[in-house]
Nanobody, 128 residues
Framework: QLLLVESGGDSVEAGGSLRLSCTAS???????????MAWFRQAPGKQREGVAA????????FYADSVKGRFTISRDNRANTVGLRMNNLEPEDTAMYYC??????????????????WGQGTQVTVSS
């Protein structure tokens, strides 16, 4: 059974930085190195939204307009991990952040395809 475990969430002040990490295990049918990986977030009272995604080889990334230039997604296919570096955090970034996985046979763009496996989430709180 595919398992995604996030870590790194914390409470920070506006302008601060955090790095989230997600470790994947238990792949069947496809491997981590052939999977799309993404980060989503959900704030209280709001719908879940895509934040960033990365292709299996790590050469192409996708970002929500609200985080472009501030967040960076990366992956390590030897360690089965995906990270999200978040700089210049804003109170509007406060949310539960989820790691997600999908097979890499389609686009990894979270605006064009669904992700089907999710972690439990890690909380990020940004105070003004």
């Amino acid at each position: 059974q595919l398992l995604l475990v996030e870590s790194g969430g914390d409470s920070v002040e506006a302008g601060g930085s955090l790095r989230l990490s997600c470790t994947a295990s238990g792949y069947t049918g496809y491997t981590y190195s052939t999977s799309c990986m993404a980060w989503f977030r959900q704030a209280p009272g709001k719908q879940r939204e895509g934040v960033a995604a990365i292709t299996p080889g790590g050469s192409v990334t996708f970002y929500a307009d609200s985080v472009k230039g501030r967040f960076t997604i990366s992956r390590d296919n030897r360690a089965n991990t995906v990270g999200l570096r978040m700089n210049n955090l804003e109170p509007e970034d406060t949310a539960m952040y989820y790691c997600a996985s999908a097979d890499g046979y389609d686009t990894c763009d979270f605006q064009r395809r669904a992700y089907d496996t999710w972690g439990q989430g890690t909380q990020v709180t940004v105070s003004s």
